[in-house]
């Protein structure tokens, strides 16, 4: 993004609906434009977006799009609002950063948040990078990119996603780290049959495979597996709370099983609770040590990264 403003949003302000719309309003029209399209800019179409990232807040991200747009039209009332098809796309974005460069440059704290206003630069959508077909729970190819990248695997692992789905994970991993194999394991035959290997044939890996597999009892031999990464039922869309608190109880054994001595596991879920719950039984303490819980972003939701490690 190209940006033309940047700002903080007082803490006071974004705790209200009608103060934060107002603010963004007021940056857009004192954003310094006029460095991304001149000061007698030619006629052209525009569309505002904004996106709330990982922060949430009670003014939907339409509402906000529209205060940032009709602020924008104002400054170039010659220029026409089109959905589609469009010129340029006005952005909004606000976060919150650790990036220490960032917060020195900005004279601000870590919990400060952080508002950019700018032009955005076109590029592909990286969701159909790798992938031809989509699950209705298909993990973003960047965050399953960024799970093979916190796993490294070292050369000649085997690393297992016993939940693969359409094989995001495996096919991430495998061209990340082409001298590892990457193994998935779904249950649901025509997601694995049809879109999974529809998937791994598109991106043309060679040391990737998927196979039809039950992540309850997974017909793979003791000790055979380095490092596992999957992204764990959650959600409404796999099913209900009371099914898939079943399911995790069997999935921890199943992984100490098949995970060689000293094996790691990251997993990513957004059952919080139930996985705490999970790790507090007597037999799960045993077998696992809780390495770290990094908290991440997925669609708006709140979702956690357990890193785990098997015990002797």
């Given at each position: 993004?190209?940006?033309?403003a940047e700002t903080i949003i007082p803490?006071?302000?974004?705790?209200?609906?009608?103060?934060?719309?107002?603010?963004?309003?007021?940056?857009?029209?004192?954003?310094?434009?006029?460095?991304?399209?001149?000061?007698?800019?030619e006629r052209a179409t525009f569309r505002?977006?904004?996106?709330?990232?990982?922060?949430?807040?009670?003014?939907?991200?339409?509402?906000?799009?529209?205060?940032?747009?009709?602020?924008?039209?104002?400054?170039?009332?010659?220029?026409?609002?089109?959905?589609?098809?469009?010129?340029?796309?006005?952005?909004?974005?606000?976060?919150?950063?650790?990036?220490?460069?960032?917060?020195?440059?900005?004279?601000?704290?870590?919990?400060?948040?952080?508002?950019?206003?700018?032009?955005?630069?076109?590029?592909?959508?990286?969701?159909?990078?790798?992938?031809?077909?989509?699950?209705?729970?298909?993990?973003?190819?960047?965050?399953?990119?960024?799970?093979?990248?916190?796993?490294?695997?070292?050369?000649?692992?085997?690393?297992?996603?016993?939940?693969?789905?359409?094989?995001?994970?495996?096919?991430?991993?495998?061209?990340?780290?082409?001298?590892?194999?990457?193994?998935?394991?779904?249950?649901?035959?025509?997601?694995?049959?049809?879109?999974?290997?529809?998937?791994?044939?598109?991106?043309?890996?060679?040391?990737?495979?998927?196979?039809?597999?039950?992540?309850?009892?997974?017909?793979?031999?003791?000790?055979?597996?380095?490092?596992?990464?999957?992204?764990?039922?959650?959600?409404?869309?796999?099913?209900?709370?009371?099914?898939?608190?079943?399911?995790?109880?069997?999935?921890?054994?199943?992984?100490?099983?098949?995970?060689?001595?000293?094996?790691?596991?990251?997993?990513?879920?957004?059952?919080?609770?139930?996985?705490?719950?999970?790790?507090?039984?007597?037999?799960?303490?045993?077998?696992?040590?809780?390495?770290?819980?990094?908290?991440?972003?997925?669609?708006?939701?709140?979702?956690?990264?357990?890193?785990?490690?098997?015990?002797?």
């Amino acid at each position: 993004m190209l940006v033309a403003a940047e700002t903080i949003i007082p803490i006071n302000t974004f705790n209200e609906a009608d103060p934060t719309c107002q603010f963004i309003s007021h940056i857009t029209q004192n954003g310094n434009w006029e460095t991304l399209f001149g000061k007698q800019a030619e006629r052209a179409t525009f569309r505002a977006t904004f996106k709330k990232g990982a922060l949430k807040h009670k003014v939907p991200s339409q509402e906000i799009a529209g205060y940032i747009g009709a602020a924008f039209g104002e400054l170039y009332d010659e220029w026409k609002v089109k959905m589609t098809g469009f010129d340029y796309e006005i952005m909004g974005i606000w976060f919150q950063s650790d990036n220490v460069e960032w917060l020195k440059r900005l004279s601000v704290s870590d919990q400060s948040i952080i508002l950019l206003l700018g032009l955005n630069i076109p590029i592909e959508d990286q969701k159909y990078r790798n992938r031809l077909f989509f699950g209705r729970t298909s993990l973003n190819p960047c965050i399953a990119y960024c799970l093979a990248m916190i796993a490294q695997p070292r050369p000649g692992q085997i690393v297992l996603d016993m939940c693969c789905g359409t094989g995001t994970i495996p096919i991430e991993g495998a061209s990340r780290f082409p001298n590892t194999f990457w193994l998935g394991g779904e249950v649901k035959v025509k997601t694995l049959a049809e879109k999974g290997r529809g998937n791994v044939l598109h991106a043309n890996l060679q040391n990737v495979d998927l196979l039809l597999s039950d992540g309850r009892k997974m017909c793979l031999r003791d000790g055979t597996v380095d490092t596992i990464v999957s992204d764990w039922p959650w959600g409404l869309r796999e099913n209900s709370f009371q099914q898939i608190q079943g399911l995790y109880p069997k999935f921890m054994k199943q992984m100490w099983r098949v995970l060689q001595p000293e094996g790691k596991a990251y997993i990513v879920t957004q059952g919080n609770k139930l996985m705490h719950r999970v790790l507090k039984y007597d037999w799960c303490q045993r077998q696992w040590k809780v390495d770290d819980i990094v908290p991440i972003g997925i669609g708006g939701y709140d979702v956690y990264l357990f890193i785990l490690s098997k015990c002797q």
